[in-house]
DNA sequence: AGCTCATGTCAACGAACATTGACATGGCGA
DNA sequence: TCGCCATGTCAATGTTCGTTGACATGAGCT
């Protein structure tokens, strides 16, 4: 985004000629673009850029930009982030996580702003069905496990964007104790989700 | 959208000279395609078209593209939703129409959505600090009342939200018991969020 | 009726975009 | 060293968009 210093690093780092390279150097930049921008804000022209390639060249590796924006998505999604987390911290830390800045876990944010702007584009959206059930839903729901799993992950799931969106659009950090209930309730939250018992109201 | 009825109908009413009339038109077909595509995927043309009015217009009346959506926004959130809820039922009744299809509550969807699309479109986003802050959380966090009441409607807005992606996202009805069970966590954690007593765990 | 101004229509502009095919060129095998 | 093909570059095309100013027209007033 019309950042100098890339430019520089291009030109002082030209590339030698290798289509793999160039391949994995768009698809890095897509991913980056997509998730920032969404689908629909974001140009060929500016990946390329940022990949140090020419527009043309994305054509060629990837067919088109809908393809590109696909493989981009997937390959966001290749490695889930849910198994290596400690169970019994985990409603607590992803609060904490939700909570403060954008920039405490920011790969993670990453991949699922990505999702989320793939969602809420209408371009986009048709595309998702599927993809979401594989290598989202369905994560969620191995992870969860016990009795109606499937239901359980729709909710967290929903959940999690929602406070994802909530942080996208919530400017400053909360602070003192506004801080510690949004986290202690968002918490629970998700605390409730990982138990197939629920919870007496 | 490519409508032929809408075209018909317009050259069936044409409307008398009407600035009022005409401006009214257009804004309300402003609120409908903003809130369907998203700021920039409606095009000026089509909610012209779909206003039975010409482009021009649209910069006579309102300025510009960016002033007619904010119009359209303040416009969507002119009169609030909750008061009129009942307590006892609310977290259930919000909870079904969440897990049933998009057409139950056609103006209360309409709304949100117009709201999640603004929020998620990286051109309106900086946007929306205050509006969320006086017409969205504001009336949240009055309706929810009691102790920190200001965190918990955050929280309430980003599950509403997140609620509303996971309908937008997810094609099919839910139905038998992942219906049953759904309903019954999202009602458990609305009704947790209105009480200011944070529960057990 | 005639005038007039609010209201509506139209065509065109310039920018941005994805896509495409023609062209240049560097690296590698013969 | 020479030639070829993968790789990279460039310019052009057609489309869509927001915006703009010139022009037409109808309703209401004198």
Redesign the interface.
């Known amino acids: 985004m019309n950042d100098p210093a890339a430019l520089v690093r291009v030109r002082a780092n030209p590339r030698k000629r290798d289509a793999e390279a160039t391949r994995a150097a768009i698809l890095a930049a897509a991913k980056t673009q997509f998730a ?3 689908y ?2 974001t140009a060929l022209r500016d990946i390329a850029r940022e990949a140090g390639a020419d527009v043309a060249l994305v054509k060629r590796y990837f067919g088109g930009k809908e393809a590109l924006f696909l493989e981009a998505l997937k390959a966001s999604f290749g490695s889930d982030g849910l198994h290596d987390w400690d169970r019994a911290s985990f409603a607590h830390e992803m609060a904490t996580m939700l909570a403060d800045s954008p920039h405490v876990d920011e790969a993670r944010t990453h991949r699922f702003q990505f999702l ?2 793939a ?5 986009t ?1 048709p595309l ?2 599927l993809l ?1 059930q594989d290598r989202f839903l369905g994560p969620i729901r191995d992870w969860l496990g016990g009795a ?1 799993a ?3 992950a ?2 967290f ?10 942080r ?4 400053e950090a ?1 602070l003192g ?3 510690d ?2 986290i ?3 918490a ?2 998700f ?3 990982m138990s197939d018992r ?2 007496a ?1």
């Open positions: 920032l921008l969404g629909d804000c989320l702007r969602a809420t584009s209408p371009t959206a998702l069905n979401i109606d499937e239901a359980r729709r909710v799931a929903a959940s999690y964007i929602g406070f994802l969106v909530e996208l659009i919530r400017g909360l104790r506004e801080r209930v949004f202690d309730r968002v629970a939250i605390a409730a989700l629920e919870a109201t």
